[in-house]
Structures are given as C-alpha cells and as structure tokens.
C-alpha cells in the first residue's frame, strides 16, 4: 500500500493557513501555493538516486554525492495544477513537464479528459502528480490511470489539501502510488467540496468565478 505524507513543517502550516483565507488576495494565493509546492518538492524528492562523482575545490580533488540524473516528470492536473509547476522547478529545474487536462462534471461529479500530453520517456521517470486539491479522488485517479497507460511506473501525487475520502479511494485504486499532502481536512461536504478546505484553488489562483 501506497504511504500517505502529511507535512507538519511550520513554515508549510503558517503558508497553509494564509491561503485558507478568503481575504488572501490572487496574488497572494498563487505566491503562496508557487512558495509551498517548492517546500514539499523538497520532502517528495527525498529518494532521488545518487552517484559519487569526482570534483575539484579549490583545496584539492575529492569524491561528492550528485544527482545520478534530473529523471523527473511532473504532471499538473489543469488547470489548478499549473500553479504548483514553478515551486517544483525550482527545485529541479531539468524536469520534464507534462500536462492532463481533467475537469468534474457538476452532475456526476466523474473527472473528464480534454487534453493530455506527457513526455514520450515516462517509464524511466519518477513522475510527480501535482494538483492542488485531492477531493473526491477521481481526477487524481484519471490521471494516474493515464500516466500507467503511456509507460509510467514510479508515479506519485502531491496536493495541499487532501480529504480523507479523496486518500481513500487512490489508495484503493492504485495501492502503489504514494501520497504528499500539506494537510488531511475533515471531510467533503454535499457539493464534494473539502471541509474546512480553502474554496475553489483554480479560481483563487486565476480570480475566476
């Protein structure tokens, strides 16, 4: 079974917090999910292979841990996921970027695909999922069932706010794939909405209504 990460980091929570408020201006808001996807790259890039690799400082040659290659993917869900891209090529800044374009229909609440194009070498790949939500599931179970279809094997999903249902049925659905989240909310409410949760992120990140 897939493990779920919750991050308890002060600086995530403080961020976290500002972002839940409905006053926190757009600019604000997509500073702040820019300044915390950066921060939890850090934490789900943690097993990044490395090799020695011999360098020279100015005191003399010496053998140093790198990077054995940036074998990233990162994969936002539009087009709330956009958002997060900027934070996590900070930290690497040679991954590939794909994009699955997914919106919830109002009446069934199931994911629909309008787009997807994701880069041709997912299988060597660890590809990173990242929308800003994890609600009901089902988009994140889209694309994660897109991702396996073009090749991809190592896959995990990142997310500020994750309800607990939404954990539930990814992990039912595929076991393998771990989970990295900011914060595990309540519950969904009667419009599938995550509770306490922080509203529509793409919205608040486009100021859309």
């Not at 921060?39 to 789900?44: G, K, R, S």
């Not at 009446?107 to 194009?117: A, G, H, Q, R, S």
């Amino acid at each position: 079974m897939g493990k779920v990460y919750i991050f308890d980091h002060p600086l995530i929570q403080h961020k976290l917090g500002i972002m839940r408020d409905k006053n926190t201006s757009v600019k604000d808001f997509r500073d702040l999910v820019r300044e915390v996807s950066m921060l939890m790259a850090y934490e789900v890039t943690r097993e990044l292979p490395l090799v020695d690799v011999e360098v020279e400082t100015p005191i003399c040659k010496a053998t140093m841990k790198m990077l054995k290659g940036e074998d990233i993917g990162i994969v936002p869900i539009l087009r709330a996921g956009l958002g997060m891209v900027d934070g996590m090529l900070q930290m690497v800044p040679n991954a590939k970027v794909g994009h699955i374009g997914l919106f919830r229909d109002p009446e069934t609440k199931l994911p629909v695909e309008y787009y997807c194009k994701l880069p041709s070498d997912l299988e060597t790949r660890q590809v990173i999922i990242v929308d800003p939500m994890l609600a009901t599931g089902g988009s994140s179970v889209a694309a994660i069932d897109l991702i396996k279809a073009k090749g991809g094997v190592k896959i995990s999903l990142m997310s500020l706010i994750a309800a607990p249902e939404g954990i539930e049925v990814v992990q039912k659905a595929h076991p393998d794939v771990d989970i990295y989240v900011a914060a595990r909310d309540s519950h969904l409410n009667d419009h599938a909405y995550i509770v306490p949760g922080l509203g529509d992120a793409g919205d608040r990140l486009y100021g859309t209504k």
